[in-house]
């Protein structure tokens, strides 16, 4: 379980407990309500897929992958939930690749060695 902090000034904050039992905490700034509730439904869904070994849900996988910015997806990966932004980029690259080749989107040919 995770738990949304607000201070006076309306800055939000995400703590939850990290598989190893330290208590971790996600500063989101200056979020909405409803973002917030969003941001921490997705640490909630990646912090158990690590506490249990299981592989994380689509949607949140898509979300932690696609459609975060990166200052975000730096704080997750300060705390653990996610690879740092650096294999970030690469991870997604090599699976689009992967992707093309599978779908046939890529075709490799031989050349023809000539003797000249």
Do not use: Y
């Not at 939000?12 to 208590?23: K, L, M, N, P, Y």
């Not at 158990?48 to 070994?53: D, K, L, M, P």
């Amino acid at each position: 379980m995770a738990s949304i902090n607000s201070d006076p000034n309306e800055r939000r904050t995400i703590q939850f407990v990290a598989s190893d039992g330290s208590c971790k905490t996600i500063r989101l700034g200056n979020a909405t309500a409803r973002q917030a509730e969003n941001v921490k439904g997705h640490v909630e869904k990646l912090a158990q897929a690590i506490a249990t070994g299981d592989p994380v849900a689509d949607e949140t996988a898509k979300w932690a992958a696609e459609k975060i910015g990166d200052k975000l997806h730096a704080r997750l990966a300060a705390v653990g939930l996610v690879k740092p932004p650096g294999v970030r980029v690469a991870g997604r690259v090599a699976g689009q690749l992967e992707c093309h080749f599978r779908l046939g989107h890529f075709h490799v040919h031989q050349r023809k060695a000539r003797n000249h």
